[in-house]
């Protein structure tokens, strides 16, 4: 049992560390720097000035990324199987939703950050071609606009469904886990990252883009957390 604990625990930090990959990409991607403003529903003013080698390794980071989540990912659904209170309906649902949530996370997570990293990269060669800066932007745009509602749901189903199934796991106390715990889910980080974006300092607009990946980061190391608790009661 001890070296099935061991083994958890690493697969749990290789998610973190993954996590962390991700959120490097996420600054490569987002961080764009003074001045940046929205144009339409996928395109930043700023892409215009960025280093094309930046969304490119935003995309690699992905890539590279899948594996050691993947592992993490199966090791939370164990997990949520293990914890999941067979005579509450509410615990199955919840616990169910968790797993379709780190699912979605390795099935869709990986692919939408590629995705978002394919949209600049498409402006700035078409802008290398010739197109003019309002073509590539209404380009952009109308693609983006093509799957942004199949791409919302998953979004909201991989972050909100999955923090409220978290929130269930730690209040009900499925989880060896304080409250502090209730902190360490993509909702949670993102609601920090409002207050935080107010602050008119350059530095917290770039540095929160990646707060929902610490999100997913910080639930990793609370399973860690918690398989290192119930090895202890044990």
Known sequence: MKNENSARIRNLILGAVGMVLFMCGDW???????????????????????????????????????????????????ISTEVTRKDLRSSRF?????????????????????????????????????????????????????????????????????????YYLVLKKELKLGKWALLCCPLSTLIIDFPLKMIPLQFFKDFTVAFESLGWFLMYIALACHVKNSSVSE
């Open 28 to 78: 490569l991607l987002d961080a764009a720097g003074a001045g940046d403003v929205e144009v339409g529903l996928a395109v930043h003013s700023n892409w215009v000035n960025m280093s094309t080698w930046r969304f490119v390794a935003s995309t690699v980071l992905a890539l590279v990324a899948i594996f050691p989540v993947w592992l993490a990912a199966k090791e939370a659904m164990n």
């Open 94 to 166: 919840w616990n169910k939703t968790f797993q379709w949530g780190q699912v979605i996370l390795v099935a869709f997570g990986m692919g939408f950050h590629i995705i978002l990293c394919m949209f600049p990269l498409f402006f700035k060669q078409a802008i290398a071609s010739g197109a003019t800066v309002d073509f590539a932007t209404q380009t952009v745009n109308d693609t983006a606009f093509l799957v942004v509602i199949p791409l919302m749901i998953l979004y909201i189903i991989c972050d909100v469904g999955i923090s409220i199934a978290w």
